[in-house]
């Protein structure tokens, strides 16, 4: 952004600096003064440390199998898929709903610096849902343990991998309210926003399938299909007819998605008429 | 309302928009088309034009919200969009509507200031200030029109800035919002800030403004104080009602003037322009005509208004063909 040339005679007015924790500061007011954020995150989280329970209770086989696969039993697909769903539309509706009303040309006359704009909205939202996404895995893998604890099967949080689930599960929140975000700056339109997200992050995962290794790639490449991997605490079979993502190449894709959906939001919205 | 700390918009002579050459096209459209003009501080600045003239367009150019397809506009000097945070140069409504319903509009207003380092304190100031602060808790979507509009310009006034902009502010207002924000806009202007308000009613100009800025078709109509306006857009034309019609309207027009009936058949009612109200019955008593009415029709704003704004139709219509 190009700043304001120092001295200029005509500038009238000196106020403090801009600062980009007051834009923090900002968007925080915003999503705390809202009545649905405290709704929809408490309903949330309910649900998502309630499919674990559900999940684990289920789990009839708790204390006879392997244990590599029970810590898996904190991260059904029902309740993190969930989590992905309305941590997706949460962050398209932090910009969708500025859109939609015209409030984001308030906040542009205020604010010119849109790209700062769209950070800080970033940081905010980011930071939210990591921390809903933290309260969420830690809760699923201690209900998850209490009640294999009753079968003798509990799982301790230094098993390998058992800790990486418990991360990649809390950052799964934020990535997705991140993509979300980003691609509601560049569509806009809230209808669109939502479609494009759910489809993105829910529905394109299951169009591929592991057996194809260029269809396998392209599920890797995926959000859910990340997290997937990462909370598989066992290794893949040698003998597997499937492909297995990597860890390390996971945690890229979790990575790679927010970053780039966000830097084109900024590139776009310093472009783009408001 | 709070003195600006250092010096405030009373020291700035540079507070100027400054419109030059600007034009935006959309498509194969043209909303404004090379439009220039100057608002400077210490007058109300009227801005106006019938729907779909491009007032929000060029407002929304000044305001760096749309980059203009040509041309530029300044504010202060510098194009608005350059500074990293606006409040406190420009304060802006636009449109009552741009609000979250779900938040209070103390919420509202404190996530403004605080992007821009407002201190808290200002928001219940300007609250107070335009008549909300019993509501300040209450959400936004439950406000009236005329409500939304008194936010609207609470949040222009957080960052006490020296340039205010105000898109069809009294839309939906009560007849004691109307007078109240015609005070407040010239109470401002006293202060020597610069007032530039869009209306496409010109009756409210004629109450606030002191200069006026008229355009049609994107295109520049008029640019000069409101009384040079009302002077130069209508022809003077002096209403006269006479039992000997036919034979006044020969005498009149043999005179030099121009005479159109007015009313229905045989009324004997008619509409005089080129000749004096003097000079009219004059005519009429050279030549034995007898005169029940002779009144001279002063110039109204809307008139000019409408004949300025239909001209400016009608040569682009032309020019286009």
């Not at chain 2, 007015?262 to 030549?287: H, M, P, Q, Y």
Request: glycine content about 10%.
């Amino acid at each position: 952004m190009t700043t304001l040339a120092s001295g200029s005679p005509a500038t009238p007015v000196t106020g403090p600096p801009a600062r980009f924790r007051d834009l923090l500061a900002s968007e925080w007011i915003k999503v705390r003064s809202l009545r649905s954020t405290p709704w929809t995150v408490g309903l949330t989280l309910l649900f998502v440390v309630g499919s674990a329970a559900v999940a684990t209770l289920a789990d009839k086989a708790a204390g006879s199998g392997p244990a590599e696969f029970l810590p898996f039993d904190a991260y059904p697909a029902a309740g993190y898929w969930t989590l992905m769903l309305v941590a997706g539309s949460m962050g398209a509706l932090t910009v969708v709903s500025e859109y939609s009303s015209g409030l984001i040309r308030t906040t542009t006359v205020a604010v010119p610096a849109r790209g700062s704009v769209v950070l800080a909205k970033s940081a905010i939202t980011g930071a939210l849902w990591a921390a809903v996404g933290t309260v969420a895995s830690t809760g699923s893998f201690l209900v998850s343990q209490a009640i294999l604890d009753g079968h003798h099967a509990g799982v301790p949080i230094t098993h390998p991998g058992v800790f990486r689930a418990l991360v990649a599960s809390a950052l799964l929140a934020p990535v997705c309210a991140l993509v979300g975000l980003g691609l509601g700056v560049l569509l806009r339109h809230a209808a669109g926003t939502m479609v494009t997200s759910v489809f993105t992050l829910l529905m394109l995962p299951t169009m591929f399938s592991e057996t194809d290794r260029w269809s396998a790639d392209v599920k890797h490449a995926l959000v859910a299909g990340a997290w997937n991997r990462l909370v598989q605490t066992w290794e893949p079979e040698p003998a597997s007819l499937g492909y297995t993502a990597t860890v390390p190449g996971s945690w890229i894709v979790y990575a790679l998605w927010p970053l780039i959906t966000i830097a084109l939001a900024v590139l776009v919205v310093r472009r783009r008429d408001v | 309302m709070a003195p600006c700390p250092d010096g405030g918009p009373l020291g700035s002579v540079g507070a100027v928009i400054e419109v030059s050459e600007l034009t935006k096209r959309y498509g194969g459209k043209t909303a404004v088309d090379h439009l220039s003009f100057t608002v400077r501080p210490g007058q109300v600045t009227g801005f106006l034009g019938p729907n779909g003239a491009g007032k929000s367009t060029t407002l929304r150019m000044i305001l760096g919200l749309d980059a203009p397809t040509t041309g530029a506009a300044t504010v202060s000097g510098v194009p608005f969009h350059r500074h990293p945070r606006g409040l406190r140069h420009v304060g802006a409504l636009l449109d009552a509507g741009q609000i979250h319903g779900g938040r209070s509009a103390a919420a509202h207003l404190s996530a403004l200031a605080r992007s821009n380092g407002i201190p808290r304190r200002r928001v219940d100031e300007v609250l107070q200030e335009v008549g909300l602060a019993e509501v300040a808790n209450r959400r936004i979507g439950g406000f009236s029109l005329g409500m939304k509009q008194r936010l609207g310009i609470a949040t222009a006034l957080l960052g006490d800035p020296p340039v205010l902009m105000f898109d069809e502010p009294v839309n939906g207002m009560d007849p004691e919002g109307v007078l109240w924000v015609r005070r407040l806009f010239r109470r401002l202007a006293a202060e020597g800030r610069t007032v530039f308000l869009s209306s496409h009613l010109m009756s409210e100009m004629e109450n606030t403004a002191d200069q006026l800025v008229v355009i049609g078709r994107g295109r520049l109509v008029a640019a000069e104080p409101l009384r040079d306006f009302a002077v130069r857009g209508t022809r003077r034309s002096v209403a006269v009602a006479t039992p000997q019609a036919a034979e006044l309207a020969a005498v009149l027009t043999a005179a030099g003037a121009f005479v159109e009936p007015e009313g229905s058949v045989g009324a004997g009612k008619l509409a005089v322009t080129g000749l004096t109200a003097d000079r009219i019955g004059a005519l009429a008593f050279e030549n034995g005509v007898r005169l029940d009415e002779l009144t001279p029709r002063s110039a109204s704003l809307e008139a000019a208004f409408m004949e300025l704004t239909a001209d400016s139709v009608e040569y682009l219509a032309g020019e286009s063909r």
